[in-house]
């Protein structure tokens, strides 16, 4: 009988010992609260994973996470060297070292007078994790840097990728993608549930919750199902902090982000069907309201869920001199590919790109995309 696809995850995953876990550079906190989720469930089953996503930086209002400090922006060489000495006897020889300048000296004391050079081998260098797991990942360039900078890693060690959307490449060599689920959080419960529901405890209870909450906009986008909303029951029964959540993903923005919202609806504009949104920020916007181009992803997260018509959102900014455009596409499309001109950065729904014509002509050839 074929193996379900819980069953080739967890196959997968019993046979990694030094797992790593990555996500696109354009995160979410469904994304951040997975992996710190995935992390924990492996910690369980005593494997330590390391999360890795290019450039990332905490989001204030995610600081309330456990171990969330412990995601790096960058990765440390991914390779290994190792040496191997022939311990005759099966005494083994004294290691010591000292760094100096910018070499480092081993010194290795035998335990037996016939001891030689030959007796130590330099193995040829292997990965320092034996298996990927992407989340929330529509392709690999998305990874960015990581991706780009280990090529050769993403190709040699199984890679496993689990994702809720639709417009997922299925790169994985095994693809976990369930486009019925509201989000990767809900999908790794229903993986934990179905592998040991003792294997969840209050901080993978809140870890997960916090996925689902902020994916749906505290339950309220038209992906939420009837499974949704008992997931997150079983999830606040399992003993997930949902006032901290609540607090601090609602409750806890910064006067800055509230200011630019601000200045955003104040610029808002909609063509007549209301499928395209646009605002125009000047430097002094973020200047004036103490905040930054980072917070403008999530002002578009709310306009979305304002304006329910609105398949393309688009807000032109300036910021240390540079004209930008931040563009997001609710329609599935590939909007780096059909904007590839522009030489944009992120992913196929979520991209940036600096502006090098007017903001009307670049406004037009988004129009002409619906």
Excluded at 108 to 122: G, L, Q, R
């Amino acid at each position: 009988m074929a193996l379900t696809q819980h069953q080739q995850l967890y196959e997968m995953i019993q046979k990694s010992e030094r797992p790593l876990i990555t996500f696109k550079k354009d995160f979410n906190g469904d994304t951040i609260a997975t992996s710190l989720a995935l992390a924990e469930l492996f910690k369980k089953l005593g494997k330590e994973a390391e999360i890795i996503s290019s450039g990332f930086v905490v989001p204030h209002h995610y600081r309330f996470l456990p171990r969330v400090n412990e995601i790096k922006s960058t990765a440390d060489n991914l390779r290994q060297f190792s040496v191997s000495i022939n311990a005759l006897g099966g005494a083994h020889p004294q290691i010591d070292y000292k760094t100096e300048a910018d070499k480092l000296h081993i010194f290795i004391s035998p335990t037996h007078t016939s001891f030689s050079k030959n007796d130590i081998k330099i193995n040829d260098s292997h990965f320092r994790h034996d298996v990927i797991i992407a989340l929330n990942t529509p392709d690999l360039e998305s990874l960015g840097a990581l991706y780009e900078d280990y090529t050769d890693f993403f190709f040699g060690v199984p890679l496993i990728n689990i994702d809720h959307a639709p417009e997922n490449e299925h790169y994985g060599h095994f693809n976990f993608v369930n486009v019925t689920a509201s989000s990767v959080s809900e999908m790794l419960y229903d993986f934990i549930i179905g592998l040991d529901a003792n294997l969840m405890d209050e901080t993978i209870a809140t870890y997960l919750l916090t996925g689902m909450i902020e994916k749906t906009n505290s339950f309220k986008v038209p992906s939420v199902t009837p499974k949704s909303l008992n997931i997150a029951s079983e999830l606040i029964a399992a003993g997930a902090e949902r006032e901290s959540i609540v607090k601090n993903l609602y409750q806890s923005r910064t006067v800055g982000a509230l200011k630019l919202w601000g200045r955003v609806l104040l610029n808002l504009k909609t063509d007549e069907q209301q499928k395209v949104a646009w605002a125009e920020m000047t430097e002094a916007d973020f200047s004036e309201t103490n905040s930054l181009p980072s917070d403008l992803l999530g002002v578009i997260e709310e306009l979305i869920v304002s304006i329910p018509t609105v398949e393309i959102t688009a807000i032109f900014h300036e910021h240390a001199g540079v004209k930008s455009c931040l563009l997001k596409s609710e329609r599935g499309l590939n909007l780096r590919e059909l904007l590839r001109e522009h030489n944009p950065s992120g992913n196929k729904s979520v991209v940036r790109f600096d502006l090098t014509e007017s903001t009307m002509n670049v406004l037009e050839k988004i129009k002409q995309l619906i």
